[in-house]
């Protein structure tokens, strides 16, 4: 049985601070993410599922009452390694090159992709995430609940960032939108965002 691993974070844990702490990442990735991965490895097991990749399983239990449960931790454990890489120490400001063109086309300016951003993850009701996602050729940006993500829709995933409560309580309390500030303009790791756009078009061309 090819099991589901639980990957080490892409930095070390004070590497986001004072933005995010040492001790969120530790509770958040030793603990939740550990804990899903677990449990999908457990869920899996005899199933159709245990030698699927995780895309492959989100794909074929998205929406399906039956695989509700695998559905979840499947998908949370691929969203929460999406999340890690989707920050960097020193991170923020502006994306460059093609991406930066997109945004540029498809919302008008990065200011207006920044505060679409900013409030679809502020908004977004409980527990979720909020994703900068490439679909139909063009970039959008899509708040999801709970476990749902971007390889469940077809879409694919550019960036995102978790709006669940332990991705950011001990750091800023009930202060959602404080902490999807400091992800913006302090953490957010556009040239991992550069990547996924390009290899996305690279993808979409030879289609």
């Given at each position: 049985?090819?099991?589901?691993?639980?990957?080490?974070?892409?930095?070390?844990?004070?590497?986001?601070?004072?933005?995010?702490?040492?001790?969120?990442?530790?509770?958040?990735?030793?603990?939740?993410?550990?804990?899903?991965?677990?449990?999908?490895?457990?869920?899996?097991?005899?199933?159709?599922?245990?030698?699927?990749?995780?895309?492959?399983?989100?794909?074929?239990?998205?929406?399906?009452?039956a695989h509700k449960k695998i559905f979840n931790n499947a998908a949370q454990a691929w969203n929460h390694t999406f999340y890690w890489h989707s920050m960097a120490p020193k991170g923020g400001g502006k994306p460059g090159g093609k991406l930066a063109d997109q945004i540029k086309a498809d919302f008008g300016s990065f200011e207006k992709f920044h505060e679409e951003f900013h409030t679809k993850g502020a908004e977004q009701f409980g527990s979720g995430w909020v994703w900068l996602v490439l679909k139909g050729g063009k970039l959008a940006v899509e708040a999801t609940s709970n476990a749902d993500n971007p390889v469940a829709h077809g879409d694919t995933a550019i960036l995102c960032s978790d709006?669940?409560?332990?991705?950011?309580?001990?750091?800023?309390?009930?202060?959602?939108?404080?902490?999807?500030?400091?992800f913006l303009d302090k953490v957010a790791n556009w040239s991992f965002a550069e990547e996924n756009f390009a290899q996305a078009r690279s993808q979409s061309k030879a289609a």
């Open positions: 049985m090819a099991m589901i691993e639980l990957p080490p974070l892409p930095y070390a844990k004070d590497a986001l601070a004072p933005h995010i702490s040492a001790d969120t990442l530790t509770v958040h990735h030793d603990k939740h993410h550990k804990t899903y991965v677990e449990k999908t490895n457990k869920l899996i097991a005899g199933t159709e599922f245990e030698k699927l990749s995780l895309e492959e399983i989100i794909k074929r239990s998205a929406r399906k009452d709006v669940w409560e332990h991705a950011y309580y001990l750091d800023y309390q009930n202060k959602r939108p404080d902490y999807l500030t400091a």
